[in-house]
Nanobody
């Protein structure tokens, strides 16, 4: 069983940047697709970004494309989300997730989730 712990969230002004980290323990994530999802108050959880096991394939939600970058360091068993040009609508709890099967961006295909980290962007 893998445990995922997110960190790096916080309060930032619009236009600012944050880098989220997701540290895995219990087993390696080096062969897994990893992704970030987010959930704003009163809204459903939504896909943000995904990266394949080698780090050479990524996918982003249209709303964050060009502003967010997902990356991974398999040696450190860690995944990152660099967030630039943040907007108030990016305010949400951000979750890291480990894929249970090959390449996917569907929440149902991710079997392990972290507890989430709050990101708040003020206008």
């Amino acid at each position: 069983q893998v445990q995922l712990v997110e960190s790096g969230g916080g309060l930032v002004q619009a236009g600012g940047s944050l880098t989220l980290s997701c540290a895995a323990s219990g087993r390696t994530i080096s062969s897994s697709t990893m992704a970030w999802f987010r959930q704003a108050p009163g809204k459903e959880r939504e896909f943000v970004a995904a990266i394949n096991w080698r780090g050479d394939r990524t996918n982003y939600a249209n709303s964050v494309k060009g502003r967010f970058t997902i990356s991974r360091d398999n040696a450190k068993n860690t995944v990152y989300l660099q967030m630039n040009s943040l907007k108030p609508e990016d305010t949400a709890v951000y979750y890291c997730a480990r894929g249970s099967m090959g390449w996917s961006i569907q929440p149902g295909d991710f079997g392990s989730w972290g507890q989430g980290t709050q990101v708040t962007v003020s206008s």
